[in-house]
């Protein structure tokens, strides 16, 4: 397990854009599956963006595709959501997520075991 803390939430303008981050702790970073959820009032949580161990996948929600983009920074031990034309439907507390070398089902929030505590985004329109 990894600890996580998410950072970069705020207050935006539709259209407008932020890049959040999630740091995490231990030396085997590089080996983790890093996912980004989010949860927004009254919905249950869903998936957001996946980057694997290797960092040459990456996968998307179909309603964020083209707009967020994930990356990650091994040397730092931080995984990046940049997100950008954000519209009022992206308010939610978005959560930064691990698991050890996880290749499949990355999309479902029961595969992680390691979670941060949230950050808040919302978009104004």
């Known amino acids: 397990q990894v600890q996580l803390v998410e950072s970069g939430g705020g207050l935006v303008q539709a259209g407008g854009s932020l890049r959040l981050s999630c740091a995490a702790s231990?030396?085997?970073?590089?080996?983790?599956?890093m996912g980004w959820f989010r949860q927004a009032p009254g919905k249950e949580r869903e998936f957001v963006a996946a980057i694997r161990w290797s960092g040459g996948n990456t996968d998307y929600a179909d309603s964020v595709k083209g707009r967020f983009t994930i990356s990650r920074d091994n040397a730092k031990n931080t995984v990046y959501l940049q997100m950008n034309s954000l519209e009022p439907e992206d308010t939610a507390v978005y959560y930064c997520a691990a698991k050890l070398r996880l290749a499949y089902g990355v999309r479902y929030d029961y595969r992680y075991d390691s979670w941060g505590q949230g950050t808040q985004v919302t978009v104004s329109s």
């Open positions: 231990g030396r085997t970073f590089s080996s983790y599956t």
